[in-house]
């Protein structure tokens, strides 16, 4: 099946579709306008929105109105979290809204808190009454929407029923979609993302099968959910994106990166641009007591090191067992960057961790600190903690919820400082950054 976000179509055959999304307070619409139209300029096809109250719906009636002033008539995406008549009024101005089923409305209590024969039980039709609005302006304006969900936030009768695995973000998403078709609804995407490479690949390819058992085939939006920034972020955008995009899957990416949306559209459209060009050949692997897989690069920039040596890694036969990568790429000036590379992409596909996994999430209209500075810090100074998860998050809506199962965090609160956290657990509020960080190393080496 196609969707149509606006005039561009996506699926069936058509062009992977590349986005990005703004990463500034939509209520500041010069700098959102700045953000979109920097985006559009690198190549995006279209461009999403964060919309976490009514004055940012207001704001993007005049986005897109400045927008199309300025000759840029491309889709606008509303991004929507928890607030269902956000969702109403956006939908009469973007041409797509993105709703996440783990926060969407008010839903059934868990099954465990539920007791028997009390009360409403079936949330089918709570879902279906819960949908309806949106879905009638939707088909009244022509609006798409992307049913979003996020291992982060699942919802609590699919964490209840199945825990954090790749099944409860297909269920919840097939129990969309299902709904969605109740209401005869068909402008659908699909998503299903999570901060592991693996976990994203493996929950998209079920959905796949799942879509295809049920004839549901909708466009699947595929990405990496707070990758995080610069080279290590770029690998494991690149190890999820390049994974499913080879086997057919996708038709729509976004490279989530915490960095500036345009630079995420310029290695998004690396990607697809290399494998138009390059099936990627297969690494020589040298059958020692710990097989290592050779991969020989002529890349000569490290974006295309990384799409070029993905390609190639994801080629190894998976019956072939790897525990360890030797990136040569005699082209590359700077020769610490092969083995970065190798360290990264063994840490991303979950093969041998050496080092800090950092999870950080792009930042969007809700952030409420300076996600660069403090990221770019936090991984300078935290590095080297194997074993150790650190997420860094923008905001309290999300983050809390978002930074999966980290052992420690820092969250952006509503008064542009950050909570640390340990586990899901908040130990000291309202730092400053630097604060927060010597707090987060103290915290970290008082185990
Ligand atoms: S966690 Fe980050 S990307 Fe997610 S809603 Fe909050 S600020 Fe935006």
Redo the contacts with the bound molecule.
């Keep these: 099946m196609e969707a149509r976000v606006g005039d561009v179509a996506l699926g069936s055959g058509h062009p992977i579709r590349i986005q990005s999304m703004a990463k500034t307070d939509t209520r500041d619409v010069r700098a959102t306008l700045d953000q979109c139209i920097r985006s559009f300029e690198a190549g995006a096809d279209y461009m999403r929105i ?1 919309i976490p109250d009514m004055a940012s719906v207001h704001c993007l009636k005049i986005i897109r109105t400045q927008l199309a002033a300025a000759g840029f008539h491309h889709p606008l995406v509303a991004d929507i ?1 928890y607030k269902p008549e956000l969702a109403t009024e956006s939908a009469r101005i973007a041409q797509k809204i993105r709703i996440n089923p783990g926060n969407y409305g008010t839903p059934m209590p868990p099954f465990s808190l539920r007791k028997t024969g009390q009360g409403p039980v079936d949330e089918d039709e709570n879902l279906f009454y819960r949908l309806k609005p949106l879905i009638d302006i939707c088909k009244e304006y022509g609006t798409a929407i992307r049913i979003g969900t996020n291992a982060g936030s699942l919802p609590a009768r699919y964490l209840d029923r199945y825990g954090k695995t790749p099944t409860a973000l297909v269920e919840s998403s097939i129990e969309y979609l299902r709904t969605f078709e109740r209401l005869g609804f068909h402008n659908t995407v699909v998503s299903l993302k999570a901060s592991k490479p693996m976990d994203m690949i493996a929950s998209c390819r079920m959905m796949t099968q799942r879509m295809l058992e049920t004839n549901m085939l909708y466009p699947m939006h595929i990405g990496v959910t707070e990758a995080g920034f610069s080279f290590r972020g770029r690998i494991k955008s690149a190890l999820g994106i390049i994974s499913l995009l080879k086997s057919g899957i996708g038709d729509t990416i976004r490279v989530s990166l915490s960095e500036p949306p345009e630079n995420e559209i310029v290695f998004a459209k690396k990607i697809t641009g290399h494998l138009t060009k390059h099936g990627g050949k297969t690494p020589v692997i040298m059958p020692n007591d710990d097989p290592v897989a050779i991969i020989r690069s002529e890349a000569t920039d490290p974006d295309e090191l990384i799409i070029d040596a993905i390609t190639q890694f994801i080629n190894i036969p998976s019956d072939k067992v790897v525990r360890n990568i030797l990136a040569e790429a005699p082209m590359m000036k700077d020769g610490a960057l092969e083995r970065q590379l190798a360290r990264h992409l063994m840490q991303a596909a979950g093969l041998n961790v050496s080092d800090t996994e950092f999870v950080s ?7 409420t600190v300076d996600m660069n500075n403090l990221i770019k810090k936090v991984e300078k100074r935290l590095s080297g903690h194997p074993g150790i998860k650190i997420a860094i ?3 309290m ?3 809390p919820g ?1 930074m999966a199962d980290a052992d420690y965090g820092l969250i ?1 609160n509503r008064h542009g400082s950050l909570n640390l956290y340990k586990g899901k657990k908040i130990v000291r509020t309202n730092l400053e950054p630097d604060a927060a960080l010597n707090a987060l190393e103290h915290l970290m080496t008082q185990q």
């Excluded at 999430?361 to 952030?367: I, L, N, V």
């Design positions: 964060g979290h999430c792009p930042a969007c209209a809700r952030t998050m923008g905001c809506v999300n983050g978002e952006g």
